[in-house]
């Protein structure tokens, strides 16, 4: 079955470590996400690629960096300048980027600090 | 501000019974849609919608453009309806996502 992959469902960061969050998708998608989810607060996007070798900053990529080498693969890492890492962590792929296009979402990361 | 508002946050209700969630936004949008995110964190597609009305199954969806509105109705309400349901909008060449409203229905 087709569908999104995130890896590892959970995730403990040391202060100044680096850490980076794995995004798979089978679904032959153009274009993927990464969203961040914070209690009380809708998702936010940190990054997005449209096209394989290509990525755009989101609204809080701030302490974020991502590469798309692969069209199958979006990983996210959240460097030691990113200061409150804790969250949950969403991939999601679509066909093609745009407004008409339903994503489709993995099961997330949820990120915690030792 | 938030430019997607949704309404109500939390939501109670018995089996059978009939469901409104409502979504309101500030911004011009090209589409809205409405997801699902189950318990373990997984969010689902549920609908795309640009104008007019939807449904599936049980589930109908609502759009007034000039309102700025939308509504997401779920009919005769089942216990594994219980999910966060997500109003998400495009505009200025991303998505906005709601907080969510969280509903829970009892047997």
């Known amino acids: 079955d087709g569908g999104i992959t995130q890896s590892p469902k959970y995730l403990f960061r040391k202060e100044g470590q680096n850490v980076t969050l794995s995004c798979e998708q089978n679904?032959?998608?153009?274009?993927m996400y990464w969203y961040r989810q914070d209690p009380g607060q809708g998702l936010r996007l940190i990054y997005y690629s449209q096209i394989v070798n290509d990525f755009q900053k989101g609204d809080i990529a701030e302490g974020y960096s991502v590469s798309r080498e692969k069209k199958e693969s979006f990983p996210l890492t959240v460097t030691s300048a990113q200061k409150n890492p804790t969250a949950f962590y969403l991939c999601?792929?679509?066909?093609?980027?745009?407004?008409?296009?339903?994503?489709?979402f993995g099961d997330g990361t949820r990120l915690s600090i030792l | 501000k938030n430019e997607v508002e949704q309404s109500p946050q939390n939501l109670t209700a018995q089996e059978g019974e009939f469901i409104t969630i409502n979504c309101s936004y500030s911004?011009?949008?090209?589409?809205l849609h409405w997801l699902q995110q189950h318990p373990g964190g997984g969010i689902v597609s549920l609908f795309m919608l640009s104008s007019g009305k939807k449904k599936h199954g049980r589930l109908i969806a609502t759009i007034n453009i000039q309102e700025k509105h939308s509504s997401l109705h779920i009919t005769a309400s089942h216990p594994r309806d219980s999910a966060v349901y997500i109003c998400a909008v495009w505009a200025v060449n991303q998505f906005y996502f709601g907080t969510g409203t969280s509903l829970t229905v009892i047997p």
């Open positions: 911004v011009g949008i090209s589409a």
């Open positions: 999601a792929s679509s066909d093609n980027w745009g407004p008409y296009q339903p994503q489709h």
């Open positions: 679904l032959n998608h153009d274009a």
